[in-house]
C-alpha cells in the first residue's frame, strides 16, 4: 500500500496565529507556539511528523505563508 | 481649408469629438446637452470604431471615464448642470489620480432643477473646485459654435499633455445655437498608450496600479505639492484670451462664453455713444488670465464685468486687478440672457452718471 | 530558504520542487496583507491570484478594488488595477472592459460597496451583459468602517448600527444580491461559495476560474459570491467566525450556483 508523507514549510514572519489551520489538519499536526514573530503574533509550528501533504492547511491559510510537499511512497 | 458646415453647437462638438480620435464617450441625457449622445449614437462606432455608451446615470458615466481614462484612452462626456454636479466626486477622483479626460459642461440655470434655459452660474463649480479637495480642472470657454469644434481638440490636447481633467464650459444657447464651423479633419485613434496606464501588466515589468489613496498624511502632502506644482506650471503657460480696442480704453467689459458675445455688441454701441470702451474675454478660465487685468487696471477708469449668474467670475476679475481700478458687475441669472441695451444702459449707470 | 521560514523539521528531504503541492502563487505580491488575522479577504485574494497564475494571464488582466477593506487590493495582486470611488466598481469595470474588450476584467467588491451604495452599477453593469467578472465578498458588515450593519446584515445580527440586532421592521431585511441579478438576461453566471473551510475554498476557486472561463467566451456578467467571515468585527477568534458562518450564515446565504449558462 501507498504511504503519503508530507512536510510543510511555513513562514513564520507572515503568520498572524489565525490558527485556522490548526482546525483544518486532519492528523493534528499544527499549534501554536508561545513564541511571537516580529509582528507580534504567536505563530504555527509543525508538533509531529504525521503531515500527509494534504495542504488543507495550506489552502485554509488566508496568509499563504504555508509551503507543501508530498512523498508518496510505495511499500511493498 | 477643412470641411465647412452649418451646425449645432452640441453637434458640432460631437463632430469634433470623432474626428480628434475620441476612443469612448459615456454619458447620460440631460436637456440642453442630450444632441451630443444622440449625435454620437448616429455612426460614431461604425466610422472610428469608438464606445458610445449611455450610462445609467452621470455618476456612473463620470466612472466609466475614470476607467477607460485609466487605460490611456482619449475619453469624454458631457451633461449639464444637474448631471455635473453629480460628477463632481469621480471628477475629484480622476483629478486626484491625474486621468487625463475631458468633459463638457452645457450649463443651463439653476439652483436646484433650475431650468433648461442658458445660465453661467456653474463659474464657481468649474473653476474653483466642485468636488472635494484642492485640484484643478483646466477650464475652456467657448463663445461659438467653431470654438466648440476646436476646444474639443485643444481639450484633449491639453488634458494628456498634463494628465488632468479638462472642462469645456459652455451654455444651453451655444450648444443649441447653428452657426458656420469648419471642421478638422478625422484624426487617427490612438495605438500606444502611455507608461502608466492599466492596460495589463507589461511583461518583466511591475504592475501598474491607478489610485487617490494615500493613507500616509506625508505622502498625501508630497502628492498636492506636485498637484500644485502642475497647476503652477499651467498658470504659466497655458492662459488664453482675447482682448479688443485696449489700447485707447477708457473702461473695460469682460465677460466669457456667451456673455462676452454679448458684450462685443454692447462694446461696439457704447464707441458708437463716444465711450472708449474696450473688452477682454478669458478663454480660460483656469488658468485665469489674471495679467491682461493687472495691466489695463494701471490706465482704466473701471472694468464692468458681465455674466449670467449672480457675480462669479467678477470675484477673479477683483482678485487679479487687486484694488487699482473699480471693479463692478451686471447680470442676469436663472436662465435669462442680458441684452447689449441692459448692458450699455448699466454702463452708463454706474461708470457715467454715477448712480451706483 | 531565507531566515523568517522554520526549516522543516521532519522530513526536509522530501521538500524539492518534484513533490511540491502548494506554495504560494506568485502572482501574489510580496507584501504581507493588512487585513486582520483570519480574514476572508486574504484567501479571496490568495486563491484568485492562483487563479490567474494557473490561467497565465497576469498580463492581460485588469482588476478594480473597490472602497471597503480590500481597497488596498493592488498592494496585494500582481496584475494592473485600478482603485474606484465607493460602488462604482462596476461602472469603472465598464469603463475598462469597453476600451479593452480583449482582456480580462474583475471588480472586487464587499457588501456596502456592491450591495448599498454601488447597488445601481452593478446591476446595470449585470444588466448591460457586460462582459466582466465581479467577485463579491459578502461577510454581512462594515469592516474598515469598524462594523457598522451592511445590506446583508442578517436578521438579528449585532453591528455597531444594530446593537440590539438588526431590526428587520425599521432597518429592512438583508439583501441577496446574487438572488436579484440572476435572472437578468445579460448575467451569465451567478453562484454563492465560501472560504471558512478547505473544501469551500477548492469550490470557491473553482467557481472563480469558471468564471474568467465563461469571460473568455464572451459570455456576460459573471458574479461570484463568497460569503465571508470579519472576525473583528463580529467580535469573534476566526474560528469562531467561521463557524457562524458555517451556522448562521449559509442558512440564509445558500451555497451553490444560482445561475450558469445555458449549454449550446
Known sequence: MAKALGEIIIDIEKCKGCALCIDACPEEVLSLTNKINKKGYQYIVTVNSNCTGCANCAIICPDAVITVYRKIEKSA | ?356 | MSNNIETAKFRPEICVDENLVYRKPSTLLPEPFHYCPGCGHSTVHKIFMEVVEEMGIENDIIGVAPVGCSVFAYHYMGVDMQQAAHGRACAVATGIKRVQPDKYVFSYQGDGDLAAIGTGETIHAANRGENILVIFINNGIYGMTSGQMAPTTLEGMVSTTSPHGRDVKTQGYPLKMSELIAPLPGVAYVTRQSVHKPANVRKAKKALRQALEYQKQGLGFCLVEIVSNCPSNWRMTPAQANQYIDEKMLAFYKLGDIKVPEVK
Open chain 2, 1 to 356: 481649408m477643412g470641411e465647412i458646415k452649418l451646425m449645432k453647437g452640441n453637434e458640432a462638438l460631437a463632430e469634433a469629438m470623432i474626428r480628434a480620435g475620441c476612443d469612448a464617450y459615456f454619458g447620460y441625457p440631460i436637456t440642453p446637452q442630450s444632441e451630443v449622445l444622440e449625435y454620437l449614437s448616429k455612426d460614431a462606432t461604425q466610422r472610428t470604431g469608438m464606445v458610445v455608451l449611455q450610462a445609467e446615470s452621470e455618476v456612473a458615466a463620470i466612472n466609466m471615464i475614470y476607467g477607460a481614462a485609466g487605460c490611456g484612452r482619449r475619453v469624454m462626456t458631457t451633461s449639464s448642470s444637474p448631471g455635473i454636479s453629480l460628477m463632481q466626486e469621480g471628477l475629484s477622483y480622476i483629478a486626484s489620480a491625474e486621468l487625463p479626460c475631458v468633459l463638457a459642461n452645457v450649463v443651463r440655470g439653476g439652483p436646484g432643477l433650475g431650468t433648461i434655459q442658458p445660465s453661467q452660474a456653474d463659474y464657481f463649480q468649474s473653476v474653483k473646485g466642485g468636488g472635494h479637495g484642492d485640484y484643478r480642472l483646466i477650464v475652456l470657454a467657448p463663445s461659438s459654435v467653431q470654438e466648440m469644434v476646436d476646444f474639443v481638440r485643444l481639450s484633449f490636447d491639453l488634458a494628456e499633455k498634463y494628465r488632468n481633467p479638462v472642462m469645456i464650459l459652455t451654455d444651453g444657447a451655444i450648444g443649441q445655437m447653428m452657426e458656420k464651423v469648419e471642421l478638422f479633419d478625422q484624426m487617427p485613434r490612438k495605438t500606444e498608450f502611455p507608461d502608466w496606464a492599466t492596460t495589463g501588466k507589461p511583461k518583466d515589468k511591475e504592475r501598474r496600479y491607478i489610485t487617490s489613496l494615500h493613507i500616509q498624511p506625508e505622502k498625501m502632502e508630497e502628492i498636492n505639492k506636485h498637484l500644485q506644482a502642475k497647476y503652477k506650471q499651467i498658470e504659466k503657460d497655458e492662459v488664453r484670451y482675447e482682448a479688443f480696442n485696449l489700447d485707447d480704453a477708457e473702461y473695460v467689459l469682460t465677460g466669457y462664453g456667451l456673455g462676452a458675445r454679448i458684450c462685443r455688441k454692447a462694446m461696439d454701441i457704447l464707441r458708437e455713444k463716444g465711450y472708449k470702451v474696450g473688452l477682454v474675454r478669458p478663454i480660460t478660465l483656469f488658468p485665469f488670465p489674471k495679467k491682461v487685468y493687472e495691466e489695463v487696471a494701471n490706465r482704466v477708469k473701471g472694468i464692468l464685468d458681465v455674466e449670467m449668474n449672480a457675480g462669479q467670475m467678477v470675484e477673479d476679475v477683483k482678485l487679479s486687478v487687486c484694488g487699482k481700478t473699480r471693479v463692478e458687475y451686471y447680470g442676469r441669472m436663472g436662465g435669462m440672457i442680458p441684452s447689449p441695451e441692459e448692458i450699455v444702459e448699466n454702463f452708463e449707470k454706474l461708470f457715467i452718471k454715477g448712480e451706483a
